[in-house]
C-alpha cells in the first residue's frame, strides 16, 4: 500500500485548475495525496468513477464550506446522503421528466428565436451573456417562477455571478456568495408566497414542487430549504450559458457539423451536444468523504479522508476517448459510449446515486442553442478566444462574440 503523503496540494489545484488531477494521476487509476489538510485518494477513468460512488462514502462535508455554501446553497441535495438523499433526489428525477424537458426545450427555442430577432441592428453580439438571459428566461417561465420583465435581467445576472465566482478567490468570489444571498431571500420569499396562497403556480411546476417538497418526517422542508431546492434547478440551467459559448466556437470551427445541424440532422445535433459536454472543460474534480478507513482501489484513506474524482481527466482519457483534445462528434454516432468514461455531471445512477438528474435538460439547451446559432448567417471577428484551464468555471475569454449578418437577424 502507498504510504502516508505528506505535501498538501490544495494549492497546487487552485494553481492548476482542470488539468491538475490528470497530471498527478499520470494514466493512473488511483494516486496518493493529501488535500484540504487530509489524507486522500485521486481517482479517474471508468474503475475509478466506480469506486467515487461506492455507498462506502458519503458526501456530507466532502466540499469545502465555501464552494458548497455559495454554488449549492445550505441542506442541499449535493451534501446528503443515504435515504435522505434518495428522498431528495426523487424530486428533481419526478420534475424532470422527458415531457417537461421537451417543454423546457420547446420554450428555449422560442427564447433564442425572440432573441435572434433583438439582435438586428447590434455590430456586434456577446453569446455567452445572451445565453445568460436565454436560459434564464427559459427556466423561469417553464418553472413557474413569476419575474417581470424587467426584472429578468437582474436575476439572469445573478444566478450566472453565482456559478462564475464560487471557486475563484477574490472579488469574484464576493460577487458569487452576495448573490447567492440575495437569491436565497428570494427564493424563500417565493417559496412563502405560494405557502401562503399568494403565488399559485402550476401544479408539477419547479416552484409548485419545490414549495411542497417535504422531509422524510413528512413535514414541509423549511422555507430557505425549500427555495434552495428551486434555484438548484433554475442555476443549473443558466451555467449551461458556459457550454453554449464553447458550442458557438466549435460550430465556427466546424462548419461541416454547423451544416448537418443546419439541415436537420437530429443524430449530428445529438452527437454534436454530447461532443461538447464532453470536450470542453465545466467541473474539473468531484469529492467524496471516507465513512470508514478503505482501500481505495490500492490507496488507503482513513476515515473521514477524501476521495477525489478525476472529472476533467475521464472525460479527456485517451484510453478511451482517442485524441480527447480534438472535438469530433462522430464519437457518439460509431457505437456505444460507457457511462462511466462521461461524467460531465458526474457519475452513478441518476435515481439511487449522485449522477445529476438535470443530465437531459443540459444536452437539451445546448442543442437548442446549437440549432439556433447553426441557422444563424454569423461570423466570429478577430477576437480572445483563449481558454484559461487555471480559471474555474472556465471558458472564451470573449465570451464568444458573433458578427450578425444583417438580412438574417430580421
Not at 28 to 45: C, E, F, I, K, N
Not at 63 to 74: E, R
Amino acid at each position: 500500500m502507498p504510504g502516508i503523503v505528506s505535501k498538501d496540494r490544495t494549492l497546487e489545484l487552485i494553481r492548476q485548475g482542470y488539468p491538475w488531477a490528470a497530471r498527478l494521476r499520470r494514466g493512473a487509476v488511483a494516486v496518493p495525496t493529501r488535500l484540504l489538510g487530509r489524507r486522500a485518494a485521486v481517482v479517474g477513468g471508468p474503475e475509478g468513477v466506480r469506486r467515487f460512488y461506492d455507498p462506502r462514502l458519503r458526501r456530507k462535508g466532502a466540499f469545502p464550506p465555501p464552494i458548497k455554501l455559495v454554488l449549492f446553497g445550505p441542506g442541499t441535495v449535493h451534501g446528503l446522503d443515504d435515504a435522505e438523499h434518495h428522498h431528495r433526489k426523487a424530486l428533481y428525477v419526478d420534475l424532470l421528466t422527458p415531457e417537461a424537458v421537451a417543454a423546457l426545450g420547446d420554450r428555449a427555442a422560442q427564447e433564442w428565436s425572440s432573441a435572434i430577432r433583438r439582435w438586428a441592428g447590434r455590430d456586434r453580439v456577446v453569446l455567452f451573456d445572451e445565453a445568460v438571459q436565454v436560459l434564464a428566461a427559459s427556466v423561469l417561465g417553464w418553472g413557474g417562477v413569476p419575474v417581470p420583465q424587467d426584472e429578468l435581467p437582474h436575476r439572469a445576472r445573478q444566478l450566472a455571478a453565482v456559478v462564475d465566482g464560487f471557486a475563484t478567490p477574490g472579488p469574484v468570489y464576493v460577487r458569487a456568495a452576495l448573490a447567492r444571498r440575495r437569491l436565497d431571500r428570494w427564493a424563500a420569499e417565493l417559496v412563502r408566497q405560494v405557502r401562503t396562497g399568494r403565488l399559485r403556480p402550476a401544479p408539477g411546476t419547479a416552484l409548485h414542487v419545490a414549495a411542497t417538497a417535504t422531509g422524510l418526517d413528512g413535514r414541509l422542508l423549511a422555507e430557505r430549504t425549500a427555495g434552495v431546492a428551486l434555484l438548484n434547478v433554475l442555476r443549473p440551467t443558466v451555467a449551461v450559458a458556459w457550454f453554449v459559448a464553447f458550442a458557438g466556437v466549435a460550430l465556427q470551427e466546424h462548419p461541416e457539423w454547423r451544416a448537418r445541424i443546419a439541415g436537420g440532422d437530429a443524430a449530428a445535433l445529438d452527437a454534436f451536444s454530447q461532443e461538447v459536454r464532453r470536450r470542453y472543460p465545466f467541473v474539473p474534480v468531484l469529492a467524496a468523504k471516507a465513512r470508514a478507513e478503505q482501500d481505495v482501489l490500492g490507496v488507503r484513506v482513513p476515515r473521514g479522508g477524501l476521495v477525489v474524482l478525476d472529472v476533467h481527466g475521464t472525460d479527456h482519457d485517451p484510453a478511451h476517448w482517442p485524441d480527447p483534445d480534438r472535438f469530433d462528434p462522430e464519437r457518439f454516432l460509431t457505437g456505444d459510449v460507457d457511462p462511466d468514461t462521461l461524467v460531465p455531471q458526474g457519475g452513478g445512477g441518476v435515481c439511487t446515486g449522485h449522477r445529476c438528474p438535470g443530465e437531459s435538460v443540459v444536452l437539451t439547451m445546448i442543442a437548442e442553442a446549437a440549432r439556433a446559432l447553426a441557422g444563424l448567417e454569423h461570423t466570429l471577428p478577430p477576437q480572445d478566444l483563449e481558454v484559461d484551464l487555471t480559471r474555474m468555471p472556465t471558458r472564451p475569454r470573449s465570451g464568444v462574440v458573433l458578427a450578425v449578418t444583417p438580412a438574417e437577424a430580421f
